[in-house]
């Protein structure tokens, strides 16, 4: 097959899932490419979002044809960008508008979206379905479920990375399957030191209000925040100001090496306010590090027995007494032995993680082209 992911990031988590999957389908003898978007460009970015603003304003007037068309012109030439050898690598800071360049060029014949906005996945849909290319959607974040609800725009094949999303599709009246991300976690494999309470993103989404309070609750505990991606000079500023009166935490700057990231972690915290699967969760419980975090289900499903979950609206004290518990050597030691065997169960496993993707794209585009998955 012919495989293109289309990524609204080019960083953090979800990207180097993309990634890693990527090119463990080349590996399995697939051709794959991917376009991923990157924040460039601020101008054109701008004009490109004043012109679809203004062509839902126009509604039916006949000056919208010709915004909507202009505003489809804007970024349309990818970037190709050095990536593994067994994978194509195209970046566009619209990769909506690009797409068509990729697709004459690479010519796929299935494509597969994460983590992009409303307006990029109707443009998306809409182009794969006037050139006949079965599109999946791979639903890593619960706001991607807003393309089924308020774009109604339903893919050929829906596929979710959490059981809890399988669920909400359910409800919504839509069929998926669940295949979790893909995580390669032999690079992030270290003998921690288990000195410090680790938070990855240290942003509002990931509940920085609730490890500033434990951070201030417990000030005998040393607590680093870590960045995923490059912060912003104006963020990080912000963050230290709030952290300056702590000494017990630091900020660390990105280092895209996991081993350092988790060499002395003893407990990932993860209050997180998103209803998401993070993979600092399968990557810090594969070093045996267990994880305190919120009860949101994709999370909670991700942390299972290696760790502790809690309402994310408890009162910081609710959030410090639990990890007041973990630190305990009893308990400490069996919450790490889960962590452990949670990482390894055959469900995250990368290889039969890229089979099971193969075989369900194998089955669309067998379906798709007119022929069962036997006969092709």
Not at 110 to 121: E, F, K, N, Q
Not at 230 to 259: H, K, Q, S, T, Y
Request: aromatic share 4%.
């Amino acid at each position: 097959m012919r495989i293109l992911f289309v990524s609204g990031v080019a960083v953090g988590g979800s990207a180097r899932s993309t990634r890693e999957l990527a090119d463990h389908l080349a590996q399995r003898g697939h051709d794959v490419a991917t376009l991923l978007q990157v924040e460039r460009a601020p101008r054109r970015r701008y004009l490109h979002t004043r012109a679809v603003n203004l062509t839902v304003k126009l509604g039916a007037w006949p000056l919208t044809r010709p915004v909507a068309g202009a505003a489809a012109t804007i970024g349309r030439r990818p970037v190709r960008t050095p990536g593994p050898s067994n994978v194509e690598s195209w970046e566009a800071f619209l990769p909506q508008n690009s797409l068509s360049a990729v697709i004459g060029s690479f010519h796929p014949d299935v494509v597969v979206t994460s983590s992009i906005d409303r307006m990029a996945w109707r443009r998306i849909r809409r182009l794969l379905q006037k050139r006949g290319i079965p599109s999946v959607l791979y639903v890593r974040e619960h706001n991607a479920f807003g393309h089924l609800t308020v774009s109604a725009a339903p893919p050929d094949l829906l596929i979710a990375n959490a059981r809890a999303h399988e669920d909400t599709a359910r409800r919504l009246g839509h069929h998926a399957i669940t295949i979790p991300s893909l995580v390669s976690v032999r690079h992030c494999l270290v003998e921690s030191r288990r000195e410090r309470v680790l938070l990855v993103n240290p942003t509002p989404l990931y509940g920085l209000d609730i490890a500033l309070g434990v951070v201030r609750a417990r000030p005998g505990v040393l607590f680093t925040f870590a960045p995923s991606t490059p912060l912003e000079p104006a963020a990080r500023d912000a963050l230290l100001a709030e952290i300056g009166r702590c000494p017990n935490v630091e900020l660390r700057e990105f280092d895209p090496d996991a081993r350092r990231l988790y060499a002395d972690a003893s407990v990932l915290l993860a209050p997180y306010r998103s209803n998401g699967r993070p993979r600092v969760v399968l990557e810090a419980q594969a070093n045996g590090i267990p994880v305190l975090g919120s009860d949101l289900p994709a999370v909670q499903e991700a942390i299972g027995p290696g760790g502790i979950v809690l309402a994310a609206d408890l009162p910081v004290d609710a959030w410090a007494a639990a990890l007041d518990r973990m630190l305990e050597p009893a308990t400490y030691g069996r919450l790490a032995d889960a962590a452990r065997r949670h990482a390894r169960r055959p469900e995250v496993d990368p290889d039969a993680i890229a089979e099971r993707f193969e075989r369900a794209l194998a089955d669309l585009v067998a379906t798709s082209s007119g022929l069962t998955a036997t006969e092709r």
